[in-house]
Structure formats: C-alpha cells, structure tokens
C-alpha cells in the first residue's frame, strides 16, 4: 500500500514509485520467463507480434528491444497483471475498479538499448475520463546511466501535446521545442531497485535515454483504467474487455470527464511498436551513440 502522502504525491507530480514491491522469488520467475521469451526470437528476420527488434538485430544474434502485449501471448503475464500487492496500489490510485488496458516489456541492453522519445500515453489512447496509469515493473535496478524512466513532474494536469508528424500522421513522439511552456530540463529520474514499481499518469510526459551502461535495462510495463474509462478509439471484443478486470466490478456507464484530447488519427503509417512510430518524428531528442562493436559485426 502507498502511504497517504505518497497518494498525494501522486496526484500532485504525476508519478510515484513503490520500493520492493515484488517478492525476490517472483522476480526471479519474471526474469527466467523473460529471458526464455527472448531465446524465441533466435532466427527471426523482422518484427513480429510478438518481437520488436532493435536495429541491429540479426537472424543469428538476436536482439529484442520490447516483448508486445504479454498479457495477451503470455498466460504468466495475464496472471501477474493481478498481482495482489501492485492491485491495492492501483486500487488506490484509480478507484474500486480497475481494468487492464496493454501491457510491454522493454528491454534496454546495455550499450544499445533504444531510447524512447518524449511523450504521453493519453495521446496513444485517449478514454472518458483520464483515471488511467502505466505500471513500471522493474525487472533490473534502474538508475541515470542505464536509461531510467524519466517524468515531468505535474504535466498531467497540462496541455496534450501534437504527436504527429511533418506530414499529420500519428507518430507517437513530441517535440519538445515545439511545447511552449514545456521544461523537460525539470525531468526527475524514477531511480530505484530491481522489484520496484513506478505508477504514472497517463497525461504525465516521459521519455527515456539510450542505455549508455554496462548494465541490462528490464522494464515491464502494465497499462491500468479505471472501471468506468471508457476507450474513445472504441471497444473491439466485449467480453474480451470486461475479462481484463483486476479488482471490482465492470460496468457499461462511463463516466465522462473533459479533459484535453487529440485522436491518434491518422494512424501511424506502417503502424508498429512506438519504436517504429516514433522514427517519423519531426526532431529526435535523445541521443543515438552507436557501439564501436558495430562497425565490426
Ligand atoms: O521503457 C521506457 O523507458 C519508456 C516506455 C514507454 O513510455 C512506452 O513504451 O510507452
């Protein structure tokens, strides 16, 4: 459970982290489940449903940078989304009900792990109303130099910001420039031990550096909704839906809430992960090192 003024924390930045939520068994069965995962992805050419890999992947040394939806791939991952003490913090959090929205795995390796550009998951999925978070799992200790996740503090409570691109696609990227008003310099660090969780506001802006260390990366992610938020891109599977609860009760009142929208419409062309979407930006922000190992694979 979150202390009252972690709560108030909460509501005030956007963000707030739980120290050692996992217990080190379930962490040891999350990393050994991951890193089997990762073994499939010996032979593959190209992204699939399930992969998406780095640029500098190949068939023979494989390099995964984000499992997609293992929620859905994965049974393990369906079972973990409930897991007890991470749904009483949700339940603090967003209300009574909470359903799950998606779910990721990013993996930051060391010295090439991709960074992740600025933005707000709102602009991916907007809802009736914004009771909605992203979980951050962490698999492996995070800290400045292996590409921690990095939030601007009270940007929830701001504008929602163009993620699209020179041409009005959906990219799923801002550029910070042409945010007035935004001071990603304010950026605070989530710093913490492997077994941690970090809870943002799906309004909060973050991003994340390349992993520049000598030190893996490991973030799962789970994407929570109050019971009551309702997705404005819409409903495909009903009852796929309502079996995504974690705690209480769903309903088929949504509860509506102005708060700042923009679709993310036109889709991205070439839809992908929001690795690929993001490589239509306007202006990458994080910069991109390349190892030396590189120039000799
Ligand atoms: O892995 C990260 O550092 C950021 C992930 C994220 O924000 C996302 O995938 O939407």
């Given at each position: ?50 992969y998406?890999l ?81 979980v ?8 400045l ?16 910001w ?8 959906f ?11 935004l ?48 997705p ?42 929001i ?23």
């Amino acid at each position: 459970m979150l202390s009252a003024e972690a709560v108030e924390s909460y509501r005030e930045k956007g963000y707030v982290v739980a120290l050692d939520v996992l217990d080190g068994a379930m962490l040891s069965r999350i990393r050994q489940t991951v890193a089997e995962i990762c073994d499939g992805a010996r032979g593959l050419s190209t992204h699939n449903d399930v992969y998406d890999l780095e640029p500098t992947h190949r068939p023979d040394a494989p390099r995964v940078r984000r499992i997609k939806v293992p929620h859905q791939n994965f049974p393990f991952f369906r079972e973990l989304a409930g897991y007890p003490p991470m749904v009483e913090i949700l339940k603090q959090l967003l209300g009574p009900g909470v359903r799950l929205h998606g779910s990721k795995i990013n993996l930051k390796a060391p010295g090439y792990g991709s960074p992740v550009e600025w933005h707000q998951d709102w602009a991916f999925y907007p809802h009736t109303n914004d009771d909605l978070l992203a979980v951050g799992v962490m698999l492996e200790d995070m800290d400045l130099d292996n590409g921690a996740l990095l939030v601007v503090p009270g940007t929830h409570k701001g504008p929602t910001w163009d993620h699209h691109d020179a041409d009005g696609y959906f990219c799923g990227a801002m550029d910070p420039a042409a945010c007035p008003g935004l001071d990603i310099g304010r950026a605070e660090p989530i710093l913490a031990k492997a077994g941690s969780m970090s809870f943002h506001h799906v309004r909060a802006v973050h991003g994340s550096a390349q992993n520049f260390s000598t030190k893996p990366r490991t973030l799962l992610l789970y994407e929570f909704a109050a019971a009551d938020a309702y997705p404005l891109n819409g409903v495909g599977d009903f009852a796929e839906f309502q079996s995504r609860m974690v705690a209480g009760d769903a309903t088929i009142e949504p509860r509506l809430v102005p708060t700042p929208i923009r679709m993310p419409l036109p889709p991205a062309r070439g839809q992908g992960s929001i690795y690929e979407n993001q490589t239509a930006t306007r202006r990458r922000y994080f910069e991109l090192r390349q190892e030396p190992e590189l120039a000799t694979r």
